[in-house]
């Protein structure tokens, strides 16, 4: 089971710039289970889990996001590893 599991909510030019496949992608890398999804509000919503040091890396990566995203905010709260996906992937 996962050591940390956080929700994320990411703000700023966040849709339109593959935000979600860049997440997704990184999530792999750091070995990460969860998902990611884009809000109405124009922001993405990502459920982020694994050991502490892989999330908190993909923490920080969250707040730069890939080439042509602006980010201005990142806020995250606890959520339950039990609630964690198998794998990483993107929602609609």
Do not use: H, Y
Not at 20 to 44: C, H, I, Y
Not at 48 to 73: F, H, N
């Amino acid at each position: 089971m996962p050591d940390k599991a956080l929700l994320v909510s990411i703000r700023g030019r966040v849709q339109g710039v593959g935000f979600r496949m860049w997440t997704e992608r990184e999530a792999e890398v750091f070995g990460l289970r969860g998902w990611v999804k884009n809000e109405p509000d124009g922001s993405v919503t990502a459920l982020i889990g694994g050991s502490d040091e892989a999330v908190e890396k993909m923490l920080d990566l969250l707040g730069s996001g890939p080439r042509g995203a602006a980010v201005t905010g990142v806020t995250t709260s606890p959520a339950d590893p039990a609630d964690l996906p198998a794998g990483f992937a993107q929602r609609r």
